[in-house]
């Protein structure tokens, strides 16, 4: 199957280019709109601690509210009556309310941090949890770079709307609030003329939220795209292919087309609606003006100390913060939805194989590794052709099954059954009488152990990648291991034995090296069922013989399914079955098909 460029879904829908890309159905998807409830549902195991710094928040916001009247008594009482008493006491107020509240604020910002962190880090733990459970079908039709692009960029660009959200609007609607009921205390009625400007910031700010939703959107499946071309041309496979077909000028050309988007995006998003905030700084700024003049009309009904005046103005611009504030946070929470709309859209893919809803307790270290496929049909998701259809095979303990076949035969899609990196569509496969999906997988890993032709080697230690099977492997079972593979003596000839670093991928190693390696690994697991899928067919003929001393131990005592390229590697077989197109067409030993002179003996030709 090819790999979409929706990193979703196989199936897209053209719709116009942007930028030199073709938008899909799944990017459409993620458009759609996120339930603020279950964003909400994100903080609820933090209700208690986040009460504490809403009521932090609070405390600070009425202490805050002294600061004004405190400079109107100093306007109106203490400076025109000269009372030192009473402007030392007024001055010092003032500064233990400033202390005060910044207290509060230290507090209240660990408080809100430490939650935010939180969140974010059981954001990523369940999004990367989710995905190692989505079956091979999902990665082999999802672009690598996008699956990491959707944990790091995604949720990274969510940080500062997670960690600060709640707490930002909890401090500047209680300092709003409380703002607004000290200048009605003051003067109701410049009150009135200071909210005249609330509907027309309400609405230009619902604009604004909706341009930067889009814009937030485009940047993240830009950065997608950036995160696919650095995976796939920086890796030891994408750099050797780039040098041997001279590619590495377009690839660059690609990179540099990529970021220039993002340049545009990030000054789109950065200048999205800021003249119409910078009316609305002006329009703000204007209301004092117009307070000023209304005071000092001699119409003007109302009389007004100097000190209310001074006081009410000085809420009045306060008020601003909190009021652009809220309208600001409105903006990042329309716009980060973008964002939690690609994070769902993962955490709710279903999980094609999974643990069964009740399992069959099965004892691993007892199992006998008697296999059997009943009528076993499968299709990969989009074909109308089944890749395997009305298989039907039996292993005994102990044995070992040959299948063989031609390119595209079934041969591959038969060991992932077994491995249960699929579910057939039709039949079953069991190990001693039990039902694969009836098990739990992680039974089903101890019993079941696949050594395929690719040999995948982390960027770490030899230990530490034959540990990969077994956790708490010492390191004398590690050696037996190795020992046992025939590789402990090219181990132990490198510069720093066990714990040399492997390199990105194994590419230090030859192919029969991380074949030998691949097989100490799987050793490790004691595997009941062993599944070789063509792990000898890229090997020269020297080096095969080396591997297959190593699998001679590897098979030994238990129920062995082998995949053959090479014919030679398959004849002691218990049993050979010939796979076409999906069927099982002849069946037998080394001899007997031979002597049929059918379709294996024009294979063996």
Aim: aromatic letters at 4%; zero cysteines; hydrophobic letters at 45%.
């Amino acid at each position: 199957m090819e790999p979409t460029s929706s990193g979703v879904t196989a199936g897209t829908e053209d719709r116009p280019r942007r930028g030199g890309r073709t938008v899909t159905a799944a990017e459409k998807a993620q458009a759609r709109e996120v339930s603020l409830r279950r964003i909400g549902r994100l903080f609820t195991p933090y209700r208690s601690r986040l009460a504490v710094v809403v009521a932090m928040i609070v405390a600070s916001s009425i202490v805050g509210m002294a600061s004004p009247f405190l400079l109107r008594a100093v306007i109106d009482t203490a400076l025109p009556e000269r009372d030192v008493a009473l402007l030392v006491a007024l001055a010092a107020g003032m500064v233990g309310v400033a202390a005060l509240t910044s207290a509060f604020g230290v507090v209240q910002t660990w408080i809100s941090t430490r939650i935010g962190q939180e969140v974010m880090h059981r954001l990523r733990t369940d999004v990367f949890g989710h995905l190692q459970r989505q079956s091979i079908a999902f990665f082999t039709r999802t672009r690598t770079g996008e699956v990491q692009s959707r944990i790091t960029n995604d949720i990274g660009g969510m940080q500062s709307v997670v960690t600060s959200t709640a707490t930002s609007i909890a401090a500047n609607l209680t300092t709003a609030v409380a703002t607004i009921v000290a200048m009605a205390a003051l003067s109701w009625q410049l009150l009135l003329v200071s909210l005249v400007v609330m509907p027309p910031a309400i609405l230009l700010t619902r604009r604004v939220a909706k341009m930067r939703r889009a814009i937030t959107a485009a940047q993240q499946r830009e950065l997608a795209d950036l995160n696919v071309t650095v995976e796939e041309g920086l890796s030891i496979s994408g750099v050797q292919l780039t040098k041997t077909m001279g590619s590495g000028p377009a690839v660059v050309e690609r990179f540099t087309r990529s970021s220039e988007r993002l340049i545009d995006l990030e000054l789109r998003s950065q200048l999205a609606g800021r003249w119409r905030m910078a009316s609305m700084s002006v329009i703000f700024a204007a209301v004092p003006a117009i307070i000023y003049i209304g005071a000092g009309l001699p119409i003007s009904p109302t009389t007004m100390t100097i000190g209310t005046l001074v006081a009410f103005t000085t809420l009045q611009a306060g008020l601003f913060r909190p009021i652009t504030g809220l309208l600001n946070v409105g903006v990042s929470i329309v716009s980060s939805l973008a964002l939690f709309a690609r994070i769902f859209e993962y955490l709710d893919l279903p999980v094609e194989v999974d643990d069964p809803a009740d399992p069959v307790d099965v004892d691993p270290a007892r199992a006998r590794g008697h296999v059997r496929f009943s009528d076993v049909t499968y299709a990969y998701p989009g074909s109308e052709t089944a890749a395997v259809a009305g298989v039907s095979l039996d292993v005994p303990a102990g044995s070992t099954l040959a299948l063989v076949g031609e390119t595209g035969s079934g041969k591959s899609t038969l060991a992932g059954l077994v491995a249960r990196l699929q579910d057939p569509s039709g039949g079953r496969i069991t190990i001693d009488g039990v039902d694969l999906r009836d098990m739990r997988l992680a039974d089903l890993t101890a019993i079941v152990g696949t050594v395929s032709q690719e040999t995948y080697l982390l960027h770490t230690t030899v230990r530490e990648n034959l540990r990969h099977a077994k956790p708490d492997a010492t390191d004398a079972e590690i050696e037996t291991a190795a020992r046992a593979a025939q590789v402990h003596d090219l181990i132990a000839s490198l510069p720093d034995g066990y714990d040399t670093v492997v390199g990105s991928r194994g590419h230090r190693f030859s192919g029969g090296e991380k074949q030998r390696l691949a097989i100490a690994r799987t050793l490790l697991r004691d595997p009941r069922v062993l599944v070789l899928d063509e792990a000898t067919s890229a090997l020269d003929t020297e080096t095969e013989r080396a591997v297959q001393q190593a699998f001679d131990a590897l098979t030994r005592g238990r129920t062995t399914i082998t995949i053959a390229h090479r014919l030679s590697t398959v004849r002691d077989a218990d049993r050979i079955a010939v796979l076409d197109h999906g069927r099982v067409v002849e069946s037998g030993t080394h001899a007997e098909l031979l002597a049929r002179e059918g379709r294996y003996a024009a294979l063996a030709a």
